[in-house]
T-cell receptor, first 117, second 117 residues
Framework: GAVVSQHPSWVICKSGTSVKIECRSL??????MFWYRQFPKQSLMLMAT?????????EQGVEKDKFLINHASLTLSTLTVTSAHPEDSSFYIC?????????????FGSGTQLSVL | AQKITQTQPGMFVQEKEAVTLDCTYD???????LFWYKQPSSGEMIFLIY??????QNATEGRYSLNFQKARKSANLVISASQLGDSAMYFC??????????????FGAGTRLAVHP
């Protein structure tokens, strides 16, 4: 089946630094990638939708300058948390739709647990 | 605005018994899709089952079935013959009709299922 590879799975960083999270579709082309954020024991909240070759679409309340999204190719989308602060600590997970699937099934990465000290 | 409601924060079930996880939704779009995902403690999102709004029959996937009651706007997940490995967080999600872009998936708050031996 289709696979979305997400790295790193776990990262600790100092406050003020930037962290880049990568999501790659390994065996299919992902023209769209969804980025979600999940706080402990809470649901997944959509942050933004990245589209290959164009600007990402951010959900209301998500800071564009804080969470930089780049979708440079059909198989790679990146989320950069700039000047990270402890309140940015969260579980980040990406997903991509498989176009040929009967229900436009979403395939998820394994997630990235970010801890900002 | 669409909305997904999961009213059960937690559920307990005895091994080998069946359990129903509730999900209600709200949308004004006649065309939509409903999904159930399982999230174990590792964080990955595992697709379980899909129901399209125009599907005549309730979806089934192995031990999973979806009790779709369109008039009541409910899409409950039924897990038959529960196994210890079913212990996880379960999310109901909805996607509205494709309209020129890949529509986002909105998740409910989730239900934590604990299966007891």
């Amino acid at each position: 089946g289709a696979v979305v590879s997400q790295h790193p799975s776990w990262v600790i960083c100092k406050s003020g630094t930037s962290v880049k999270i990568e999501c790659r579709s390994l065996d299919f082309q992902a023209t769209t990638m969804f980025w979600y954020r999940q706080f402990p024991k809470q649901s997944l909240m959509l942050m933004a939708t990245s589209n290959e070759g164009s600007k990402a679409t951010y959900e209301q309340g998500v800071e564009k300058d804080k969470f930089l999204i780049n979708h440079a190719s059909l198989t790679l989308s990146t989320l950069t948390v700039t000047s990270a602060h402890p309140e940015d600590s969260s579980f980040y997970i990406c997903s991509a739709p498989l176009l040929d699937s009967p229900n436009e099934k979403l395939f998820f990465g394994s997630g990235t647990q970010l801890s900002v000290l | 605005a669409q909305k997904i409601t999961q009213t059960q924060p937690g559920m307990f079930v005895q091994e080998k018994e069946a359990v129903t996880l509730d999900c209600t939704y709200d949308t004004s779009d006649p065309s939509y899709g409903l999904f159930w995902y399982k999230q174990p403690s590792s964080g990955e999102m595992i697709f379980l089952i899909y129901q399209g709004s125009y599907d005549q029959q309730n979806a089934t996937e192995g031990r999973y079935s979806l009790n779709f009651q369109k008039a009541r706007k409910s899409a409950n997940l039924v897990i038959s013959a529960s196994q210890l490995g079913d212990s996880a967080m379960y999310f109901c999600a909805m996607r509205e009709a494709f309209s020129g872009g890949y529509n986002k998936l909105i998740f409910g708050a989730g239900t934590r299922l604990a299966v007891h031996p």
